[in-house]
């Protein structure tokens, strides 16, 4: 059973910064894509950064310059480096791989709220 689990979320000040990760069990091989997406209060999800096992990545425009996604496509991982917070991005983070067969597996979410 494929399972990705998150880690890093919390409760930050404006300005900060945090580093979510996301490790995945339970596949053989790497993920085709890896990102991030998150899920705000009221809001759709909206797919925030992702990266290809070949390291290119992109990312919403609310988010360029203050994310930065990255990779260990050996250990099946994925992180999401969040620089400058502001209290916008409080939302629930969710990572997700895709197969090169298509399926998407999905992490459960952790939690980032951004005080002002």
């Known amino acids: 059973q494929v399972q990705l689990v998150e880690s890093g979320g919390g409760l930050v000040q404006a300005g900060g910064s945090l580093r979510l990760s996301c490790a995945a069990f339970?596949?053989?091989?790497?993920?085709?894509?890896m990102g991030w997406y998150r899920q705000a209060p009221g809001k759709q999800r909206e797919l925030v950064a992702a990266?290809?096992?070949?390291?290119?990545?992109n990312y919403a425009d609310s988010v360029k310059g203050r994310f930065t996604i990255s990779r260990d496509n050996a250990k099946n991982t994925v992180s999401l480096q969040i620089s400058d917070l502001k209290p916008e991005d409080t939302a629930d983070y969710y990572c997700?791989?895709?197969?090169?067969?298509?399926?998407?597996?999905w992490g459960q979410g952790t939690q980032v709220t951004v005080s002002s």
């Open positions: 339970g596949i053989r091989a790497s993920f085709n894509i």
């Open positions: 990266i290809t096992s070949g390291s290119s990545s």
């Open positions: 997700y791989g895709e197969t090169s067969y298509g399926l998407v597996y």
